[in-house]
């Protein structure tokens, strides 16, 4: 096979607008591929030139030119997918993939993972990296590089008009409502501290996702967002926070964000609703305990002294809503590494629960179906060993001819059902405003459809 680290580079000027290029190429492509964003870039991988796939028993490599390897799970397969990729792949570079929240069930040994692909990363075999005045292309030779600097050169996408499909907020509402009470009896109980419990919202009408994608990432400054293709799966997705961020040198970053309230654009209702969420004793509380799980987790795997709080209940903005949000960090220890960070910090407590174990079981009897990839990750691996995995939070899902969209609410001791019910609501708004239909009516000039395209000159 040809491997990524013998693919050449060619840089170009780029000055077009990354987000809405990168959705084009989406659009025009049926090859499975994955737009990755954070911090102002965007990274848009196509094609797969290895596979990694995990279920509950096994972890199995396959590919073109590839001699198949399967190997047992065990209790550690996010392990055994980074010693595939650095031992079977030789170093080949950057890769991506996904992880569904049922994976935790396999971390955590409670045996209820299920059927199915837990797990899937792949090696790419094309991708660019764009930033407002730049291009990285990287390909298999100076044909493919061609290629690529063409599709490039002739992107282009169209603005989302105005129509939006429709969805019913209120879907599963009397259902959310007992599960919510069913879960604060447990806790009450003494069986855990918190659970985050979802609900799901039915899209009925065909979508298209990547005009979906962008008519979203306008209205958002999200942690990272993505909009991905492969496995099965088709997401579009403005992820308010990471699971976990691993740096080349060892440096571990968790942002968990939790206590929530809506965000209108009222400058002075979102202020007071802002200082209502450091003043809501269920909410600090919440937030509390998720950080003190969050260290303690970091400290499994980092250097103790090295693990600090930097930030503590700042509040940051996410689409339609506002949380509560703290940053910690650390560096792994000797013996450690990315993977083993990213399996100590998953699923993130701000999409599960403390303790874990039992505030999986008590999603499991609480929710109607398994989440799949919702609450799970969407994960980039630079060449360098960063790994960057978004928590896949406030997105649009497809999968076997379904879409829906879903969202949850931490649920404590000092849970009023009625509240969560209404987080979900403020939560859901921040993708359900933005759902494009696949085949709008022809727009008029005055409705702001303006041709993007991806300007691009020789470096």
Known sequence: MTHRDSFPERKLTFTGDPVAVAAALSAGTDAPHLLYEQGGSVTWSEGESVVIEVDAASVRLHGPDIEPVELPAGAHP??????????????VG?????????????????????????????????????????????????????????????ASATEPAGRRIAVDLEEHADRYRTAVADVVRAIRAGELDKAIV???????????????????????????????????WEAAGFSPEIVARVDADGLVT?????????????????????????RDAKEVYEHAVSVRLVQEELNTVC???????????????????????????????????RWGALAALFPAV????????????????????????????VVR????GTLDAALVLRTVLRR????????GAGIVAGSDPERELEETREKLRAVSGHLVPASPAPASDDEGREPVAGAVTAP
Not at 254 to 278: F, S, Y
Not at 310 to 325: D, Y
């Open 350 to 377: 701000t999409a599960s629960g403390i303790p874990k174990k039992p505030a999986l079981a008590a999603i499991r009897r609480a929710e109607e179906r398994e989440r799949g990839l919702y609450s799970g990750a």
């Open 303 to 337: 250097l103790p002294e090295s693990v600090r709080t930097e930030e503590f209940m700042a509040v940051e903005e996410r689409g339609s809503v506002q949380h509560l949000a703290s940053r910690l960090r650390g560096r792994l220890a000797p013996g450690h590494d």
């Open 94 to 154: 950057s890769a991506h993939g996904w992880i569904s929240f049922e994976l935790a069930h396999v971390l955590h040994g409670d045996g209820a993972a299920g059927d199915g692909i837990l797990a899937r990363f792949v090696v790419p075999e094309r991708e660019m990296e764009l930033t407002p005045s730049a291009a990285v292309l990287r390909a298999g030779g100076p044909d493919a590089l061609d290629e690529l600097e063409r599709r490039l050169r002739t």
């Open 400 to 407: 076997d001819g379904r879409t829906w969209l879903r969202a």
């Open 381 to 384: 691996l630079e060449a360098d």
């Open 254 to 278: 968790a942002q968990p964000l939790a206590g929530t309230r809506a965000l209108t654009g009222d400058a002075d209702a979102d202020a007071a609703r802002r200082a209502d969420l450091h």
């Open 78 to 91: 996010l392990a055994t997918v980074g010693e595939l990729l650095r031992t079977r792949t030789e170093g």
């Open 198 to 232: 979802s609900r799901t919202v039915s899209v009925r009408a065909e979508l298209d996702l990547p005009a979906t994608y962008v008519a979203g990432r306008r209205s958002h400054l999200p942690a990272r967002s993505f909009l991905l293709r492969h496995g099965g």
